[in-house]
DNA sequence: CTGTAAGAATATTTGTAAATATAATCGGGG
DNA sequence: CCCCGATTATATTTACAAATATTCTTACAG
């Protein structure tokens, strides 16, 4: 049997509450005694009772995490590292993480077990989900946060990459090269962040006063894969005049986009420059490294637990919508134009 | 608030431990009143409170599921699937997981909490980890299932990818058409799996009477990746008696092995077959599409998951080790050898 | 009259919450 | 300068929370 608060209390010389009311630093304690009772507790390598705890608190001390089945086993880490970094921050704050994939394709009657259970205090899901699913969820009173995605219509509250500045910086930190035609590749607008990051590349050209030629930007594959890349790296450089500097609108379609630049004749970054977003691993081994725009995902997933965490305590129901910011990290996919161009 | 057993047991006119048999399948309840019950338990879209279940019960409902932060990381989503496929069990037994990742150098002190907490009814750890954590939780008598790793001295029940019998059948695969001089490339012997692969390799080539050319196998990189699989592979077609199909420990390698024979002037499969194993994602993207032994991942976890619940209720302490088997997934990187050499 | 099936009543699990109790402190009147 | 009620600080008692586990009762079969 295990070591229960009856013990700590006999043992400490105090009644139970006592006990009860230092592992919840509430109402006051006078400083020895709390001592007393913390070093009995530390003797007795004593740890309450999680069921107990929830019963008797009507607090269940777990969030729920939701993933689309299909990111969670996509390739690239993503939104692993995002739980990663939820799940970081949950330790410290002593919750748990119940992990859930849903499928896209979902049918009414399969909620994950937990919401169904009331077994959490509030729920995550990251990456884009059917829409259907929120709405369900948002039938049930309990707090959610949404990393990386923001559905229409719902008020809530939401962790998002800041895909418009990163878009804006990588395309500045171009420019401060000394590159003026700048081309972008990306997937369809179907995806709300590459919309943005596609916005950000407008901005920074508009800001910077420099006209930019249509035929330079390629948005008509579907998908953002490294195949997707190529194929509009291709496209792109069969213009009769050529950019002399790329943003891809993510590290999968830049690594298709050095491949096809080479396949062109093209030295990367002497005739091209390459620039990537998201920071994937990969980025470090292609040849040559990728420049690129990283994302601090395990920033989000802690982000995402602080919010749950307020709403579940104080409360606060105001919906907040943070966009975690993106760093340049420059490898060698870049270089100055020289002799700058004149303006 | 929520709907507890009170008002099941008022509504269908029962006491209450009438319908906690029923939610149990406990004892002898007719079988009218058990339709009864469950009627009304429908009726009302009871769902037991788990926290008050867990203390009455003194189990706790929960399965730890701990994976080393750099493989949960890694690019391959390898353990994330054996993690879904053990989620996905999981949720008929009616258990939930709690995901923690451990970081390889670990201090002393940094149990994770589940089991300080002993909020846990047993372990999976998948995949290889710092041996002293694994001795540090043998104390804890808590049962313990292994996924892909076999740590030296315990006994512990676990569940292996059989990966001799996967190496033999990639061989025998290729001996079946018609190759007899088969190259090996795989990462040091320091890996358990690739020793394994290497052993059934060895074994296929034994049994099948064929000599086979030392030279042709190359085990000299420390590591697995793609990079390691393309120098490996310019080491084996630098040698003067080239093989004419090439068997890689794994998917990563093989890649590389494609990149290497295409730029030493070879066709695949024409010039050279070449398999792999692990049957990752990108395995279908590559050119020409690989060859490769599959391994069931999510069976893997569901396994580890039926595992840990029989120790649980049977107390079953026998110690288990399941090998589970690998299928041939035949694509366009090997062809069949002919004229069939001599023999 | 006994044994068992079927179900009810009661005890138990380990904590937190709320209501009380007790000790310590303080300001002002005697 | 001490005593007294009020106030605050500190701690205890009592009452749950919502299930399962255990014991007890009843009715009926043999």
Redesign the pocket.
């Known amino acids: 049997?295990?070591i229960?608060?009856?013990e700590v209390a006999l043992k400490a010389g105090?009644?139970?509450?006592?006990?009860?009311?230092v592992?919840?630093n509430?109402?006051?304690?006078?400083k020895s005694?709390r001592e007393k009772v913390l070093q009995v507790i530390n003797e007795l390598d004593y740890h309450?009772?999680r069921s107990?705890?929830n019963?008797?608190?009507?607090r269940t001390g777990n969030i729920g995490f939701i993933i689309s089945d299909e990111h969670f086993t996509r390739a690239e880490p993503f939104y692993t590292r995002i739980f990663l970094g939820s799940e970081f921050e949950a330790r410290h704050l002593d919750y748990y993480l119940l992990l859930t994939s849903v499928s896209k394709n979902f049918s009414r009657k399969e909620l994950p077990r937990f919401l169904k259970e009331g077994n959490i205090d509030g729920i995550i899901a990251a990456g884009s989900m059917n829409d259907k699913w929120l709405y369900e969820m948002a039938g049930m009173k309990i707090p959610i946060v949404l990393i990386d995605y923001f559905p229409p219509r719902l008020k809530w509250s939401c962790v998002l990459i800041d895909n418009a500045e990163g878009g804006r910086d990588a395309v500045n930190y171009l420019l401060a090269l000394g590159h003026e035609k700048i081309g972008f590749i990306g997937g369809s607008f179907t995806h709300p962040s590459i919309k943005e990051r596609h916005r950000g590349f407008t901005l920074a050209l508009e800001e910077a006063g420099v006209n930019h030629n249509p035929e330079w930007v390629i948005t008509d594959e579907t998908e953002t894969r490294v195949i997707d890349g190529y194929y509009a790296t291709k496209k792109l450089l069969a213009a009769k005049d050529r950019p002399t500097a790329l943003f891809a609108a993510n590290d999968a379609m830049a690594t298709g986009a050095l491949k096809a630049a080479r396949e062109a004749g093209l030295e990367i970054p002497d005739d091209i420059s390459v620039i990537g977003f998201d920071n994937i691993d990969v980025t470090k081994y292609t040849n040559p490294p990728l420049t690129t725009m990283n994302v601090r995902m395990e920033e989000m997933g802690a982000f995402a637990i602080k919010m749950i965490f307020d709403r579940i305590y104080q409360k606060k129901s105001v919906q907040e919508k943070i966009l975690v910011p993106v760093d340049l990290v420059t490898r060698e996919s870049c270089r100055r134009l020289s002799p700058a161009p004149q303006r």
């Open positions: 049997m295990n229960t608060i009856k105090v009644s139970q509450s006592t006990v009860s009311l592992l919840n509430k109402q006051s304690i006078k005694t309450p009772q107990a705890r019963l008797a608190s009507q």
